[in-house]
């Protein structure tokens, strides 16, 4: 019954998640970025530096969002893999995912949870009388920033010291795989009704509306306090309509974005089903209990760490994960505070 009963719990954030998608894609599949892809994808001169810098393009690219930094990278490398002889395309597709694996500078949870002052909302759904947690304090944390750093040089170090050389690489062809150059054809206007769809009169007018919807919540909210999850898709929406230029072709990329968001929509209510089970069950307790009892305030981190990687390998999403650990996770972790400080009043 509680796996029922909580299935429909993360359906605001399954579509956020959705939209982050379609959003990305939309913005990568534009002429303009195409075109800033094409130039990109002529500095690379060798098999190990082409697999490389597809490795740090992409990674970079998720500081902006994952959902474009996954076409944003199957793009560049396809472009890449035209120009330059001897890549191993095993090696360059892995370097394309790594900033599908590694999105942590947009760490959809964080910003999801990153609203205006004393406001108490979950955006999952699941919970309530919850504290906002600032951006300052998670996402643009020192050790958060250095941590990005880290894993985006060690990564670019490995994909070039892992990557086979021209001899000895499985190249596209060898695949089978041969690219073929394609022009999207969004067609004309058949009837008066469907030329408004062509003109860019009505992207404007939307695209102006956006604007100055943004411009009253960042100057309301300010900073980074109006960067919640809703806002950072719509501003990609916005953009991506502005980047397409005409309706038509805006809802062309939508319509080619959507297919790829059925996973998204299928993970996040099993997962909300997933939580509603620990939670109804009382293992959330149990588990917490379990952290408690292994660790202490200073190695909670360490532990939770070590067993959050684990988890990781069964549960491949960074957001659907967290609804899975955050029960008792975050019930050790308090616990393990409210010692301290008992401890630390000498009672």
């Known amino acids: 019954m509680d796996f029922g009963k909580s299935f429909w719990n993360l359906i605001p954030f399954t579509m956020q998640m959705a939209f982050v998608v379609i959003g990305g894609y939309v913005v990568a599949v534009s002429a303009p970025v195409r075109k800033v892809i094409d130039a990109l994808a002529r500095f690379p001169k060798t098999p ?127 695949a089978g795989i041969t690219y073929q150059e394609t022009r999207e054809d969004i067609g004309k206007p058949q009837t008066p009704g469907e030329r408004l769809e062509f003109s860019p009169v009505l992207t404007l007018v939307i695209v102006a509306l956006g604007a100055v919807y943004l411009f009253d919540v960042f100057r309301t909210k300010g900073g980074l306090a109006a960067l919640d999850l809703n806002t950072y898709n719509f501003m990609f929406i916005i953009a991506g309509m502005l980047l397409h230029w005409r309706p038509r072709s805006f809802l062309h990329a939508a319509a080619k974005a959507v297919p790829m968001t059925g996973g998204v929509l299928l993970q996040f209510p099993l997962y909300a089903g997933i939580f509603g089970v620990l939670m109804g069950s009382g293992l959330n307790e149990v588990l917490a209990k379990l952290f408690v009892s292994i660790s202490t305030q200073d190695t909670l981190p360490l532990i939770g760490g070590i067993y959050s990687a684990i988890l990781g390998l069964f549960l491949p999403s960074g957001g659907g994960k967290w609804v899975v650990e955050a029960p008792y996770l975050l019930e050790a972790a308090n616990q393990l505070q409210c010692q301290s400080r008992v401890d630390g009043h000498g009672l």
């Open 48 to 174: 190990k530096v082409a697999v490389a810098y597809v490795a740090l393009l992409a990674m970079v690219a998720s500081l902006l969002s994952w959902g474009f930094s996954m076409i944003f990278a199957g793009i560049l490398m396809r472009e890449i893999s035209k120009r330059v002889d001897g890549i191993d395309y095993r090696a360059i597709g892995a370097a394309g995912y790594l900033g599908l694996g590694q999105h942590l500078g947009t760490g959809f949870v964080i910003i999801g949870r990153a609203l205006d002052g004393d406001q108490r909302v979950d955006t999952a759904g699941i919970a309530e009388n919850q504290r906002v947690i600032p951006l300052e304090l998670t996402l643009f944390t020192w050790q958060n920033l250095v941590m990005i750093l880290v894993l985006i040089v060690l990564s670019v170090w490995i994909c070039y010291v892992s990557t086979p050389t021209a001899d000895r690489a499985k190249t596209a062809k060898m």
